[in-house]
């Protein structure tokens, strides 16, 4: 199976999710599966405000959908809400393609506490990025209980 994983955070950065990912993407490419990763390595990248360790990819629907058209994935996972993360979505959706979608953080706490960002804006928006997918994977039952309320 070609299984495509769209993730605005990859190599190099170190952090939480691309370790599950990193992981994730090993042992599907030990059970024999072709695995390609979308990350914002491909793309003009610009700091996230607040955390300039994680680079936000400058792009379009149009230019994800082409790279997910070039390699004709027969599986699609969203692994962030990000740029990448909503350009997939938008792209995917319009086509009626189905996809998964995972949720790794508490990120409305930290824009929350970093940028004064009102939890629940950021609840609703991430509920909206999830409901589209067929399936939505948390990390943990409390994020699943989060994204539920």
């Not at 990350?39 to 230019?63: K, M, W």
Request: aromatic content about 10%.
């Amino acid at each position: 199976m070609r299984i495509l994983i769209v993730s605005d955070a990859w190599l190099p950065q170190l952090n939480g999710v691309v370790r599950a990912l990193s992981t994730t993407r090993e042992r599907l490419v030990g059970m024999g599966h072709e695995v390609e990763v979308l990350g914002p390595d491909r793309f003009r990248t610009v700091p996230c405000p607040t955390y300039p360790e994680i680079r936000l990819a400058l792009t379009r629907p149009s230019r994800v959908g082409r790279l997910i058209e070039a390699f004709a994935p027969d599986a699609v996972h969203i692994a962030t809400e990000g740029p990448l993360g909503w350009c997939a979505r938008h792209w995917l959706g319009r086509r009626d393609l189905r996809f998964t979608t995972s949720f790794h953080t508490l990120f409305p706490l930290y824009l929350k506490l970093r940028a004064g960002f009102p939890e629940r804006w950021s609840y609703a928006l991430l509920r909206r990025f999830h409901n589209a997918a067929a399936h939505t994977m948390c990390s943990t039952p409390t994020l699943d209980g989060l994204l539920r309320e």
